[in-house]
């Protein structure tokens, strides 16, 4: 690295956040062929488990019904906000590119999915609404060889339209 | 009724069957095309070296987390719940690589009606070297 490098990559913005739970998001309601193709897409080639897609057969498991892989994403695909959305919109639309903000260039600015630890609670079904809100709880930074890395956790917990707790993940992403 | 492994009958060292892929770009894509992973450090190779990785695009770390959840669910069978997995990202998926799932069985416990296992896991590549790192707990079907 042949930038010059700042003491820390904390912002105030994560100062003034840290521990203020997000106002919940709601999922679109996870069809069967939403889980069906989830499991296609990380079991392919291969035909994936028929408790992913087989209403008849999944009804005969613990289950009782069709269930999502447990990894499966029910907030893939906003209608809006998606990732890179505002600046290939700003393109088509012949505006300005958007500010991009902190995540600019220079230090910090990039950032990696340091990892993550998932506890499962009632499974996502056909039918589901899942709610999400998450927080930003700790950070810690030190030398690496990429320079000055800041290592952020965030807890996100999934809730279902019953209440029940769906996960908990705690998530650290690696800026640097 | 669906296949399944009963608590009774697994140990602690124990070895899971590894899950396999080799991840080019189509498959990257095809985990995009689920999971709206659509990033460009993922799908563009000028975009991954910025990035700092020199051979290009890399692939996603929920795309290795989903290999090992296939091969818990592969070899738990319908009946178990996987309550807990915990992955680190150490090394980087390049475009190509070989991964094969790795899973041991570390610890076999009971707790109040849970019949449970922890289980040791890794992603490994071509050349041996584990890139995520991490465990899972299952809780197995018993014949008690």
Not at chain 1, 10 to 30: G, L
Not at chain 2, 23 to 37: C, P, S, V
Not at chain 2, 95 to 104: E, I, P
Not at chain 2, 128 to 142: E, F, K
Request: charge should be negative.
């Amino acid at each position: 690295m042949t930038t010059e490098q700042p003491e820390t990559l904390v912002t105030q913005e994560m100062i003034d956040t840290r521990d203020k739970w997000s106002e919940p998001r709601k999922s679109w309601p996870v069809s069967a062929s939403d889980i069906r193709r989830w499991a296609q897409g990380v079991y392919w080639p291969e035909v994936p488990p028929r408790l992913y897609w087989d209403e008849e057969y999944a009804k005969n498991t613990k289950w009782g019904g069709i269930i999502a892989p447990e990894e499966f994403n029910p907030f893939a695909f906003p209608l809006e906000g998606a990732y890179g959305q505002e600046a290939a919109l700003a393109e088509v639309q012949g505006r300005p590119a958007p500010s991009t903000g902190t995540m600019g260039s220079g230090p910090g600015s990039n950032a990696m999915n340091g990892g993550q630890t998932i506890r499962y609670h009632a499974p996502i079904r056909p039918g589901d609404v899942i709610s999400t809100t998450s927080a930003l709880v700790d950070w810690n930074e030190r030398q690496t060889r990429l320079g000055l890395t800041m290592f952020v956790t965030n807890e996100t917990r999934w809730t279902n339209q019953n209440g029940e707790l769906v996960c908990v993940k705690t998530q650290v992403s690696i800026r640097y | 009724m669906a296949y399944n492994v009963y608590f009774e009958d697994v140990n602690v060292g124990d070895e899971l069957p590894g899950f396999k892929r080799r991840t080019d770009l189509m498959n990257w894509n095809r985990y995009a095309a689920i999971n709206d992973e659509f990033i460009p450090i993922h799908m563009d190779d000028a975009a991954g070296r910025q990035g700092q990785n020199e051979q290009g695009a890399f692939g996603m770390g929920n795309l290795r987390t989903a290999y090992i959840h296939n091969m818990l669910r592969n070899w738990a069978g319908d009946e178990a719940e996987i309550r807990e997995v915990g992955i680190q990202f150490r090394a980087i998926n390049q475009k190509n690589d070989q991964l094969t799932t790795t899973g041991k069985i570390v610890e076999k416990y009971v707790d109040g009606n849970d019949h449970l296992v922890r289980i040791e896991t890794n992603v490994v590549n071509q050349e041996g070297a584990g890139t995520a790192p991490g465990h899972a707990i299952i809780c197995l079907p018993s014949r008690g």
